[in-house]
């Protein structure tokens, strides 16, 4: 077989073994610093990061985000979301509570909503789990999708509507697609076909190049006209069949 | 299938609405999509424009609507779409007023009116058309240089030159062709274009017999520019030719032009030759087509004259001159004498003559359709002088060439290098035949044509269109390919990428898709694009597992993430590296690279397991074990597998969960440290071994086991650094597991026979001491290294080491000795600051506040480093404290506490907050209020939960209080009054 380069042995062997391990655990600051230690605590408000020169304190208000390293149990966890998704939730909350503070817990709280939501079709769950995590991580765009989707289930479109049609307009192209997908969806629900079919198609007309949304656009776009009995809906689905020949849309036509 | 969109290099004839639709709506698209995207009510028009071109004019009037509704004052920037609605649905009136409305000299009033026009000559409203057209290049006194907007003239150039001729206004399409010469054409395109200049002025020449100097005027200019065309090479030579002929035929100067004609006939003979010899069609392509076709005109046109003027002979004729014509009058024809018939006949009959072999050997080439009409009058002219014609051709149409037949005279232009003309039959036959088995070659070859043109947007145009279009096409695929490798060698890597990454990602199941996307990685990696290269490599592992690649990529991926330390995503790799590798070197490093991910991660559990999972592999013991099948690869399987033996048993002795067994698991660490000393008694990581061995002992409470495997390891590793400094490495060990006495120790019994060490192992030792309090030992270390060394190095840090020390125990005369001794060794000693601040320290607790101030000066002038200065100043507050000097010293915390944002740096934010309670210490002594009242702002403003806001409160009332007292009294109650 052929040999990959030996460098990554020589750099196997430069391992010293009693040197200081890496920073397993990483504090960032409101002020934008980070504080890099082994490990993380957090307790009454506080945090306490074990750096290499010590013990160091910040209290709730200076710390934007700790982060420290994967927990145990997690990836069991995760790996039961798909045949035991009940039994998953609850590792992911108690994950959840143990890592209380740390980053761990936003990344468990999404888990237990995607997986309410998605496997269990619980959406209020969701709602509510999407509703306990930290505020900064629901800035994370597909968080905040996930969320809206929930919302929308749940019909509280008044909700989501202001904040999709501030993300329309926002600079991030996949994410302004994304929701314009979504009202469209709202239109969808309420059975309102043209403003449907006229979100749909503006992802068609502004967003050719993010195939990741062209082809479910053309997909809803069609359905919505369909339901119009227009015309042009044909046509928009043969385009989806033609340009993506394999994705899950083509193969709903 | 659509037809190619690609630009077109189509002769202008070729031109027709569609493109006038093209270039317009590339206009539009320019316009919305890229310009203004910020603005709602643009994106909404952009959008609105999009659903008509989508076909949906309805929706689009929907949008509209909404728009208008909610941005009432905004109506103007709705002109555009309005106008393009009206269009769409052929309210031409209506349209017109809407863009007579939008200023002509802007970029949207260009695009729409040249939309408009296409719109007008599809409605066969030409001088309309004209008009719209005209008013755009009334924008512009000279050819534009900016490409895009070249390219946007240049086709509405052509575009109204084919409105015009359409509409015999050849002259005006003359002028209008002649717009684009001054742009940047290449030289074959410009002489194709120059030669249909000539043909538009030698008709329009034609059509003023009644204007003997406007027609001399046209035909000169003709003429001045044959000259500009004939310098070209033989075929261009032979076409100025046929021009000229056709010139002296408009001057009736018959004889004339058939003796040019006759002069270069060898030329034309020749060139058919060698299209002969290169297999280019004949019918399609000689010159001699154009040879016959002018000789025929000039037959024709004689002979129609010798009728005329036969006619104009006889007395009764009236004298009126139809040109062209066989009959001058009503029943002229009947006029004529039979030998005047025939001397006409005869003539009109070598016409035919030569109409016919245009149409029998050259029945597909350019002068076909006009000789087959020219032949039908011909025959009736014949007919009708009494004679009569036999035909040896069909006058029906010529079949047109097949598919086959006209990729073949492409790949032979190609072949023969001629890509300009390539590109054109390619494109020709391409719109004609769009999906054939020929077209995956047919497009690679195009777009290596316009490549090779200098047209690399074409040529990338061309690529990407048959990725979009034919995606999942194997053949197509090969062609993609075959571009992208051509580019590569043509030193366009940029477009070479791109061709292989659109082949990536349309032809996903092609078998040389995980190559190409592993090259592609490679080649990211050479630019250094580290974000792109996982990018790639992550596609390949997950798209494909079964590839020949899919090993590499992943062994790359998990190399580069271990090197960013991003050890999950690196163990995942190695681990399914491992999983699926042949048994093998490369193998067990991958097995050993994910142990190691969970050990630099900490995760001593997980690392165990792993480094376990290597030794039970790469056991050599094992017979027949297929790591060692390949004897180059034993050595370094073996180190590997001492490597994770050790690891293995380190790992095992640094698990702490559960608590309940670690005992267990430190007892096994000891076991397996024992087995790797028996296996690997000569090993390089024997001492190591050994030395870690007794590291676990002092975290068991083992001390006498402890120091027995320290001693072994010096009686048995004596030349290692380990073994010669058992006794430190003992120190370092139980300092590590918190086990200071025996430490200390140790020490002691390294005091004792100092011979046996390096001063280096005494000068770590102080460190250590230092470090963790024990002054009185560290300092008996930097003694005894003192004593054994003259390097001037270690001896700074010893001087520096006592200095510290003997502050630290209270001995300020010699803890200012000794940093004395370092200044004086070295006063520009890398300790200097330190140094510095020690002896300040020192010198104030021995109340020499002179040379304290004198220590503090030289890190004022010596050092410019802020935060050092910050930590100076703080030691001078407390000199000038000490010294008595209040004032001094609140100055000096004033300045540390004054600091515009103290919580910026938490490094010296306990500085600031120190310095501030001290000053406001000060102020109250002072008796400063305003100062009192400032300090406490500050610290509730910065520190509001500090221990001692309550303090900081009281003596913020005690301030206000201080200060309404000191108050003068309002006048009324001003004492005396």
Redesign the interface.
């Known amino acids: 077989m052929e040999r990959h380069g030996n460098s990554m042995i020589v750099f196997v062997l430069a391992v010293i073994v009693f040197a200081v391990p890496v920073c397993a655990a990483v504090i960032e600051l409101e002020t934008g610093k980070k504080v890099q230690g082994a490990s993380i605590r957090y307790s009454r408000g506080q945090y306490t990061i074990e750096t290499p020169t010590g013990p160091r304190t910040y209290s709730e208000s200076q710390v934007r985000r700790a982060i420290s390293s994967k927990p145990a149990g997690w990836d069991q966890a995760i790996s039961l979301a798909r045949s035991q998704p009940e039994k998953s939730i609850a590792a992911l909350e108690e994950i959840a509570k143990a890592e209380k503070g740390l980053d761990w817990d936003a990344q468990a709280y999404r888990y237990i909503a995607r997986i309410s939501s998605e496997r269990l079709g619980d959406f209020q769950q969701a709602a509510e789990v999407y509703e306990r995590m930290p505020p900064y991580s629901m800035d994370k765009p597909e968080v905040k999708i996930g969320y809206w989707k929930v919302l929308i289930e749940l019909g509280r479109y008044d909700e989501v509507e202001p904040k999709l049609n501030k993300v329309v307009q926002s600079g991030n192209r996949e994410f302004s697609a994304r929701g314009q997908l979504l009202r469209g969806d709202i239109n969808m629900k309420q059975r309102r076909w043209e403003p449907a079919a006229l979100d749909f198609l503006r992802v068609v007309h502004f967003y050719k190049r993010q195939r990741s949304v062209h082809a479910e656009a053309l997909y809803k776009a069609g359905k919505s006209l369909e339901e119009l009995r227009h015309d042009g809906a044909s046509r928009l689905l043969e385009e989806l069949k033609k340009t993506y020949p394999d994705s899950e849309y083509a193969g709903k036509i | 299938m659509a037809r190619l969109d690609v630009k077109p290099a189509m002769k202008y004839w070729e031109a027709s609405p569609c493109l006038g639709s093209a270039l317009a709506g590339l206009l539009i698209t320019c316009l919305f999509a890229v310009g203004t995207m910020a603005d709602?009510v643009t994106?909404e028009v952009?959008?609105a424009s999009?659903?008509i071109g989508?076909?949906?004019p309805?929706?689009a009037e929907?949008?509209l609507e909404q728009l208008q509704e909610r941005y009432p004052d905004r109506v103007e920037d709705t002109k555009l779409i309005r106008a393009e609605l009206a269009m769409a649905y052929r309210r031409f009136e209506e349209a017109e007023k809407l863009v007579g409305e939008i200023p002509a000299n802007s970029n949207k009033g260009r695009a729409i009116r040249l939309k408009l026009g296409t719109f007008f000559y599809g409605a066969d409203q030409v001088d309309k058309a004209r008009a719209l057209y005209e008013e755009f290049f009334d924008q512009f006194d000279t050819v534009p240089t900016d490409p895009e907007m070249y390219e946007t003239y240049e086709k509405a150039s052509l575009h109204l030159t084919v409105i015009l001729e359409n509409a015999g206004q050849y002259e005006a399409a003359a002028d209008s062709l002649g717009r684009i010469f001054a742009g940047n054409l290449d030289s074959e395109d410009l002489r194709m274009y120059k030669e249909k200049q000539v043909t538009l002025w030698i008709r329009a020449a034609e059509g003023k017999e009644a204007a003997a100097e406007e027609k001399k005027g046209l035909l000169d200019k003709a003429a001045g520019q044959i000259r500009d065309i004939e310098f070209g090479g033989p075929f261009w030579v032979v076409r100025a030719t046929i021009l000229r002929a056709k010139i002296l035929l408009a001057e009736d100067k018959f004889d004339e032009a058939l003796a040019i004609l006759k002069r270069q006939y060898r030329i034309f003979k020749q060139i058919e030759v060698s299209y002969q010899e290169e297999r280019i069609s004949i019918p399609e392509f000689s010159p001699k087509s154009g040879y016959h076709y002018v000789r025929g005109l000039v037959y024709q046109e004689k002979g129609f004259d010798a009728a005329r003027n036969a006619q104009r002979r006889h007395p009764d004729a009236l004298v009126v001159d139809v040109p062209n014509s066989l009959e001058l009058f009503v029943g002229g024809l009947e006029t004529l004498s039979e030998v005047e018939k025939l001397a006409a006949r005869k003539i009109v009959g070598k016409a035919v003559g030569c109409y016919t072999k245009v149409l029998k050997d050259y029945g597909t080439g350019e002068h076909a359709m006009d000789a087959r009409l020219r032949l039908a009058e011909c025959m009736d002219a014949v007919r009708r002088l009494g004679g009569t014609i036999k035909l040896t051709v069909d006058l029906k149409p010529t079949k047109p060439l097949d598919a086959d037949e006209m990729f073949r005279i492409a790949d032979t232009f190609y072949r023969n290098k001629k890509h300009r003309e390539a590109s054109e039959a390619y494109l020709k036959v391409l719109n004609q035949f769009p999906k054939t088995s020929a077209t995956p070659r047919v497009l690679t070859n195009l777009g290596k044509s316009f490549f090779h043109r200098g047209h690399t947007l074409d040529a990338q145009a061309t690529m990407m269109y048959m990725a979009?279009q034919f995606?999942?096409d194997g053949e197509v695929a090969k062609g993609i390919l075959k571009l992208a490798t051509f580019f590569r060698k043509q030193s366009a890597p940029v477009l070479s990428d791109r061709a292989y990454l659109e082949f990536v990602e349309h032809f996903p199941g092609h078998p040389k898709a995980p190559r190409v996307l592993y090259v592609l990685a490679q080649l990211a990696k050479e630019k250094s694009n580290e974000t792109e290269e996982a990018r790639l490599m992550d596609l390949l592992v997950a798209r494909y597992p079964d590839s020949e690649y899919y090993l590499?990529a992943l062994?790359?991926g998990g190399?580069t993430a271990?090197e960013r330390?991003q050890f999950?995503a690196a163990k995942m790799k190695f681990t399914l590296y491992g999983d699926q590798?042949?048994e093998?070197?490369?193998k067990a490093?991958a097995m050993?690279?994910a142990a190691?991910c969970d050990?630099?991660?900490?995760?001593y559990a997980d690392a165990f397991k792993g480094f376990r999972k290597v030794v039970k592999a790469l056991d050599p013991g094992l017979a027949g074990n297929p790591y060692y099948v390949q004897s180059e690869e034993n050595g370094?399987n073996e180190?590997?597998y001492q490597?994770a033996f050790?690891?293995q048993a380190?790992c095992l002795s640094k698990i702490e969960e559960p608590v309940e067994k670690v005992s267990d698991f430190r007892a096994d660490a000891i076991n397996l440290f024992d087995e790797f000393a028996k296996r690997f008694k000569a090993g390089e990581l024997a001492p190591?071994a050994l030395a870690?061995k007794g590291a676990v002992y002092l975290q068991m409470d083992r001390y006498d086991d402890a120091t027995t495997t320290f001693e072994h390891l010096s009686e048995t590793f004596p030349d290692t650094p380990e073994g010669q400094n058992s006794l430190y490495t003992l120190v370092d060990a139980a300092m590590k597991v918190g086990k200071a006495d025996i430490a200390m120790e140790s020490v002691d019994k390294m005091a004792a026979n100092p011979e046996a060490y390096e001063p280096l192992m005494f000068a770590r030792v102080g460190q250590l001491m230092l470090a963790n309090d024990l002054h009185d030992q560290a300092i008996r270390a930097y003694e005894i290294m003192l004593d054994s060394t003259e390097d001037p190095g270690l001896r700074e840090r010893g001087y520096y080491g006592l200095g510290t020390s003997y502050h630290a125990k209270g001995d300020c005369g010699k803890a200012i000795e000794n940093i004395q001794e370092l200044i004086e060794l070295n006063e520009k000693t890398g300790y200097f600051f330190e140094a510095s601040m020690v002896l300040a320290k020192a010198c104030r607790m021995c109340e020499q506040y002179d040379d304290a101030l004198q220590a503090l000066t030289a890190i004022y002038e010596q050092d410019k480093d802020a935060g050092r200065r910050k930590k100076a100043e703080f030691e001078l507050a407390l000199v000038q404290l000490a010294q008595g000097r209040k004032d001094a010293a609140f100055a000096s915390y004033l300045r540390l506490s004054l600091y515009p944002d103290p919580?910026?740096d938490?490094v010296f934010s306990d500085l600031y907050r120190v310095g501030t309670l001290r000053c406001l210490d000060l102020a109250m002594e002072l008796k400063d209020w305003d100062a009192v009242l400032l300090m406490a702002e500050r610290m509730k403003q910065f520190w509001p939960?500090d221990n001692r806001i309550g303090v900081v409160n009281n003596f913020r009332d005690d301030a206000l209080l201080e200060k309404a007292r000191e108050a003068p009294l309002p006048r009324e109650l001003a004492p005396g009054q």
Do not use: I
């Not at chain 2, 050990?599 to 995760?603: L, Q, V």
């Open positions: 709602e994106d952009s959008f999009g659903l989508m076909g949906f309805d929706l929907t949008v979009e995606s999942g590499k062994w790359v190399a271990y330390e999950d590798a042949p093998g070197n490369q490093n050993m690279l190691e050990f630099r991660k900490e995760r370094d180190s590997l490597q050790f690891k380190y190591t870690a919580l910026r938490p939960e």
